[in-house]
């Protein structure tokens, strides 16, 4: 007799380990495998944590939203956190250690691609093209196209040219460079 339409009357729930969703950008997936670490809240428990693993990956990128979707599995012997809530969630993303950084300013892009204007040896503009590994905003971690030597230009301007003379005017900690690029025939 179970086919009418009622309403339901009961639901079952597991709520001592709760599966915890999220949708995670394209461009970190590779940083989130199986065992990451997340830690998690939930609006009625201000200031409270909870501590959970990444257990599963969809392993495919939705296209509408450029994500992926993760399982992370949280303790909930408590009994504190219930099933639908909405959470915070973040992820401990270990950073790669050959990783640099440079301001977003310093990113040249133009019909060769990216590129970051450097200062060479003799003070003059060297152009170097670069990949992006994370866009943070005001600050870029490139993955490739530069040493920690190099010393960039924080903002070049417009029409950079390679081997233009740069005047340095001031060198900032971590090697970024304060300074006018000049082409070869400006005088002055």
Do not use: C, W
Not at 89 to 111: E, K, R
């Amino acid at each position: 007799m179970g086919a009418a339409g009622g309403a339901q009357l009961f639901v079952v729930s597991e709520t001592g380990k709760l599966r915890v969703y999220v949708n995670v950008p394209q461009n970190y997936v590779p940083s989130v495998p199986p065992g990451t670490q997340a830690t998690i809240t939930v609006p009625e428990h201000p200031g409270k944590t909870y501590i959970g693993t990444v257990e599963a990956s969809a392993q495919a990128v939705d296209p509408i939203t450029g994500t992926t979707l993760m399982q992370i599995i949280v303790d909930n012997s408590a009994g504190e956190m219930m099933p639908g809530d909405y959470a915070g969630i973040h992820l401990q993303i270990a950073s790669a250690a050959n990783v640099l950084s440079v301001p977003s300013s310093a990113l040249i892009f133009d019909a060769k691609g990216l590129s970051i204007a450097t200062v060479s040896a003799d003070n003059r503009v060297l152009l170097k093209p670069v990949t992006i590994e994370r866009d943070l905003g005001a600050v870029l971690e490139l993955a490739s196209g530069l040493t920690s030597n190099d010393r960039v230009i924080q903002n070049p301007p417009d029409g950079i040219a390679n081997g233009a003379e740069v005047h340095l005017t001031g060198e900032a900690p971590g090697g970024l460079v304060a300074g006018k690029a000049k082409n070869k025939n400006d005088k002055g």
